[in-house]
Each structure stands twice: as C-alpha cells, then as structure tokens.
C-alpha cells in the first residue's frame, strides 16, 4: 500500500477561535467553502459537524459523476473536528480541521491526508494533478473563511427572508448570512416546503404566506426569470419584465400591510436601467437610458413604492455582470476562452461594469445594515473594463490567447435582441454609493477577481484582500 500523501493548509484569522469553529458548524458553510470551479453539490445530509454526522456530495469531473460520502468524528468544541471519506475517488481521505487561539485572533489549520487509487501506479501518474487541486481548494477556503468572517464582524445576526434563493446570488447569499448566525427563510414557490422555515409564495397568482413576514428584520428580493436563456421574443419579454414587476410589486405592498414590517426591503435591480453609454463614466446621479432593459429595469425599482410609503427603506442593488464560474456570463465563456477561441465581441469597447460573486454578496449584506443606503446603489467593482479588456485579462488568467472576435452581425445573427443589448451595448457605472459609506471591495481588479474565482492565485499561497493562506508541504 503506497504511503499517504499529506497537505497542510494554514493561515491567521481575525476572530477567536471560538467564532471561526462555530462558522463551520453552521448551515451554509459547505456552500461557501466549496470552490466555484469546483462541479460539486449536496444530495444528502445528516447532521452538521458532530460525530457520526455525515454529507453525501455528487462531484463531477468533465462528463464523469462520483459519489463522496463523508463522516464526522473526533468532534471537540471550539477546537477540532474530523471528516473522513467513506465512499469516493480516493482510497483514503482524512481531512482534520484545526483552531488554535493565537493573540487577538486564531490558527486555522487544514491537516489532509489521502492516497489515490491504484496504489503506487496511481500516485504516480495522478499525484501532482491531485496535489495541485487539492492545493487550489484549500488556498481558496482560507480566504474565503477569512473575508465573510470580517464581513459578519460588521453586522449583528438577522432574521432575513431572500426570494430567488436558488439563483447564482442567492444560494450563496443565503449561505453567507447563515454561517453569520442569521436566520434565513427562503420564499419558494414549492408545496408542500422542502424545509419547515421556507415561506411559499406565487407571484403569478398573486399568493404569499404574508403571516411568515411578520417581525423579519429584512427582505431580500432577487427573484426574476434569467435574461440569457433563450432569444428574446415577445412572450420571453413579457415573462421578463412581468417576473420582475409582478413580484416586486407583490412582496412591496405585502411588506406595507402588515404590523411587524422588516426595517429594510433590498429589491435587486441592474445596471441595464443605463443603457448604452459607450465610453462615459455614470453613477447612481445619472439618469435611465432608453431601450428594453432600461425600461424593465425603471418599472421593476418603482414597483417596490409600496414599500416606500409604509416607510420601509428601500435599497436597489444594481448589479453589473457577476462574476462566477458556478453561473452566469463567466460559465459561459470558459470553454471557449480555455480552448484558446476566446476575444472581444462586437467592436470590443462597450463598457462591462463587472462584480465578483462574494462582493456582490457583502455589498447586499450592507445594504441590509447600513441605514445611510437606500434607492439605487451601484453593486459594481470600481474598475470597469471594456469588453476588449476583459476578454484580454480573461486570456491572461487562463494562459490562453484571446484574440478571435465575435463580430457584430453574428451576435445578432446567434442571438438577437439579446444580443444587440446585452452583448453589444454596455456602460462603464462606478459604485459611489457604496464608496461614500466606506465599502471596501475584497476583488477591486478584473486580474484579482478572476485569478481567486478560477483558483489561478498560485500553488503555495491565496490572498484575498491581503489575506494569505499558507499551503505546506
């Protein structure tokens, strides 16, 4: 039997070890530590962190589906626990989690060991591949640990309702707030709940457990039908826009009825209201543009006046183009770009106004909390790129040239409207609002972003907003 392989992963965080062991234990946290890159989901769950509790995950390489089902055990509070691979890829898998207290903060330790199938054969023809991806998924958790650990020192923990709770943002919002301590409740058009603390809704009929509203300290709308999903033909927008304005509209005027209303409503909105701006620099001052989604954009923030009016604050998070491999834009255009097909569309200098994943999360999480936010508010980072320059560093990252154009007219050939306002028009929007309260920004650059959302930081050492995890041999 070949000798284990071991990989140590450790790093400073800035909270007792008390707090980062009890973020670990909370429901979320397999969701928040789980790489983006990385093809992988719960299909079954027992428990947290205590011994005998277990996870069953479905991880998928290329076309190729396993099994990993994992058990806890050696569980000492506030100090360690042990997961340990009983059914999945490897022959062996022992993962020990470890907090020390260190000074004003703790020692976070990931201590693995694992061999790979077929022994010495195995080892050699796998081991570096699995070294270095191993490495990349425990860079990437420390400072994942570490900047939502900062960001819940901020705000104390909440009752918080999220609709579109199974989107890109919101599943992991909801996974970020929990592991924060907050209770959250999902509005979820299924019956009967898949979880006792879900709150049904149904914005086409107009129906909502109103009853389950009551004393929430805030709601979180992001529910809409996804823009990308098909070419945009009458009926498509029409359930566009009526998926926006219906149930805003609908969870606004439940919100101004009832006797505990929450302080806050964050209703999401985009920086589409702009429209094409080409070249000029707009903030949240800067008045709609013209065109389809700068319409559905106007009647989806004004469909949450209800709110307003029963004195609820109302916060627009616009959000640019997010930024994640999990979904969206940038799973889109990895295959592409990593076969080396990549480049600018169109004329390249239409504006992209981007936001990495967590940011978008956190500045959602200041929305809630921070009662100098309300209206429109930029969820941008604050440095906009043009399409040209973000397939440019996207082929940087990923070490691939990135210099076949998508010319215009087969944009709209391939995708029509769509593709005429969304991939052809843009405008370079810059967040005031949050820069005036002080945001910070844990991925300021595209390079920064995109080199932590695709685990491209290095080998040996993650950092994200100054935070490094050290990875040893």
């Known amino acids: 039997m070949a000798e284990a392989d071991e990989l140590i992963a450790r790093s400073r965080l800035p909270v007792s ?9 909370r429901a979320g946290a397999f969701e928040r530590l789980t790489p983006p890159w990385e093809r992988m989901r719960v299909r079954e769950r027992r428990g947290t962190i205590h011994d005998g509790d277990y996870v069953v995950l479905e991880l998928r390489v290329g076309p190729i589906s396993r099994r990993w089902v994992s058990v806890h055990s050696d569980y000492r509070e506030g100090r360690s626990f042990v997961d340990e691979q009983v059914i999945g890829p490897f022959a062996f898998f022992r993962h020990q989690h470890l907090f020390d207290p260190a000074g004003d903060g703790c020692r976070m330790e990931d201590r693995i060991e694992y061999r790979l199938p077929f022994g010495l054969l195995g080892r050699a023809v796998g081991g570096a591949f699995a070294r270095k991806r191993l490495a990349r998924i425990f860079g990437y958790r420390h400072a994942v640990v570490a900047a939502d650990l900062r960001r819940h020192e901020e705000a ?4 918080v309702a999220v609709s579109g709770a199974s989107g890109l943002i ?11 301590g907050a209770e959250v409740r999902r509005l979820s058009r299924r019956w009967p709940a898949e979880s006792p603390d879900d709150i049904f809704w149904d914005p086409a009929r ?3 457990a109103a009853e389950r509203l009551e004393g929430l300290d805030a709601v979180v709308h992001l529910a809409g039908e996804n823009l990308a999903e098909g070419r945009w033909t009458r009926e498509r927008k029409q359930r566009i826009r009526d998926s926006r304005i219906d149930g805003t509209r609908l969870i606004a005027e439940t919100l101004a009825r009832l006797e505990r209303p929450p302080a806050v409503l964050v209703s999401a909105s985009a920086v589409g209201i702009y429209g094409a701006r080409g070249e000029l620099l707009v903030d949240e001052d800067d008045a709609p543009g013209a065109g389809f989604l700068a319409e559905v954009c106007r009647a989806w923030e004004a469909a949450a006046e209800p709110a307003r009016r029963a004195g609820i604050r109302v916060v627009h998070p616009r959000f640019g183009v997010v930024l994640s491999p999990a979904g969206g834009a940038l799973a889109r255009m990895l295959t592409p770009f990593s076969l080396g097909l990549g480049g600018p569309i169109g004329g390249g200098r239409q504006g992209m106004s981007w936001v990495a994943l967590d940011d978008a999360l956190y500045a959602c999480a200041r929305a809630i909390t921070d009662e100098r936010l309300r209206g429109p508010v930029n969820v941008v980072a604050p440095q906009p790129v043009t399409q040209r320059e973000f397939a440019a560093t996207l082929g940087a990252v990923l070490g691939r040239p990135a210099v076949l154009p998508l010319p215009a007219p087969v944009v709209r050939l391939l995708f ?26 844990e991925l300021p650059t595209l390079a920064s972003a995109l080199r932590h959302l695709l685990g491209r930081s290095g080998a040996r050492r993650f950092t994200l907003a100054g935070h490094t995890a050290e990875l040893l041999p």
């Not at 070890?17 to 234990?25: G, I, L, N, S, T």
């Not at 104390?156 to 009752?159: A, I, Q, S, V």
């Not at 919101?170 to 924060?180: E, I, K, P, V, Y």
């Open 206 to 208: 107009g129906a909502i």
């Open 17 to 25: 070890a008390d707090r980062a062991f009890a973020w670990h234990e």
């Open 170 to 180: 919101g599943r992991q919002l909801c996974a970020f707030l929990s592991t924060g």
């Open 416 to 441: 029509g409207e769509l593709g005429e306002r969304a991939l052809l028009e843009g405008a370079l929007v810059k967040p005031r609002r949050l820069e005036e309260v002080g945001f910070r920004f």
């Open 156 to 159: 104390r923990p909440l009752k």
